[in-house]
């Protein structure tokens, strides 16, 4: 999963890439998880670390 938040954070890949590159077979199993661990969804994640929100202010 720390790759997972890396990848949010630090690229502009849509989360449904990330998710298959990280062996997930389909997107709702990586949210699912991603949130189990995370305590937030993947877009919420990103959104408060990411990419976008880094180089839009």
């Not at 949010?8 to 990586?30: H, P, T, V, W």
């Amino acid at each position: 999963m720390e790759l997972a938040k890396r990848m949010l954070a630090f690229s502009n890949k849509r989360i449904e890439q990330i998710a298959a590159e990280l062996g997930y077979k389909n997107d709702s199993s990586f949210f699912a998880a991603f949130k189990r661990e995370v305590a937030t969804t993947p877009n919420d994640y990103r959104e408060q670390h990411g990419y976008r929100s880094a180089h839009d202010k």
